[in-house]
T-cell receptor, first 116, second 111 residues
Framework: NAGVMQNPRHLVRRRGQEARLRCSPV?????VYWYRQLPEEGLKFMVY????????ESGMPKERFSAEFPKEGPSILRIQQVVRGDSAAYFC??????????????FGPGTRLTVL | DAKTTQPNSMESNEEEPVHLPCNHS???????IHWYRQLPSQGPEYVIH???SNVNNRMASLAIAEDRKSSTLILHRATLRDAAVYYC????????????FGTGTRLTIIP
């Protein structure tokens, strides 16, 4: 079975452009999470989605960032008008439908965004 | 979320056991203790989790103190591939879905 897939693995954008990061969860997983890791820092939670619903977006910056997980297709993290401070590794994770503190999250390899 | 405290870094010789400590003195009775690790340039991966009893799996063992205020991840025979940042994370009961990563312990394996 394929694990969590993210694409692109590397993305270069100029300031002011849009970045779209895609995440395909493990087959059968209905929960998706996005985390960001700034250079030399730890991972920070951004948003938690289930199919067609945003459950927790407490870690998302209030402006320029949005996320979706449509009924069909991958989850998308969209960053509008990127700035240099958005340069980071963005990781997606998924977990199966059962919810609870024993659930394991499966992480993708990440998308490394560089803003010039 | 209850806070965890880990040493910033540790070193160990290859093929020797490694004990990675984690303090979580404010843990609540229903918090599970999870460990994840992040190898260089990769996404985190799950290692092990437990509640009260010690746990073993193919990757590691988890020893939990009787008062649950601390735990230790044990790698029985470290290899170079175990060099990573190890994160100790508390997960509350139902309703707390996100993982809250601290700074973790950077483990260096000496050949």
């Amino acid at each position: 079975n394929a694990g969590v897939m993210q694409n692109p693995r590397h993305l270069v954008r100029r300031r002011g452009q849009e970045a779209r990061l895609r995440c395909s969860p493990v087959k059968g997983h209905s929960h998706v999470y996005w985390y960001r890791q700034l250079p030399e820092e730890g991972l920070k939670f951004m948003v938690y989605l289930q199919k067609e619903n945003i459950i927790d977006e407490s870690g998302m910056p209030k402006e320029r960032f949005s996320a979706e997980f449509p009924k069909e297709g991958p989850s998308i993290l969209r960053i509008q008008q990127v700035v240099r401070g958005d340069s980071a590794a963005y990781f997606c994770a998924s977990s199966p439908p059962r919810r609870g503190p024993t659930d394991t999250q499966y992480f993708g390899p990440g998308t490394r965004l560089t803003v010039l | 979320d209850a806070k965890t405290t880990q040493p910033n870094s540790m070193e160990s010789n290859e093929e020797e056991p490694v004990h990675l400590p984690c303090n979580h003195s404010t843990i609540s009775g229903t918090d599970y203790i999870h460990w994840y690790r992040q190898l260089p340039s990769q996404g985190p991966e799950y290692v092990i989790h437990g509640l009260t009893s010690n746990v073993n799996n193919r990757m590691a063992s988890l020893a939990i103190a009787e008062d649950r205020k601390s735990s230790t991840l044990i790698l029985h025979r470290a290899t170079l591939r175990d060099a990573a940042v190890y994160y100790c994370i508390l997960r509350a009961n139902f309703g707390n879905e996100k993982l809250t990563f601290g700074t973790g312990t950077r483990l260096t394996i000496i050949p």
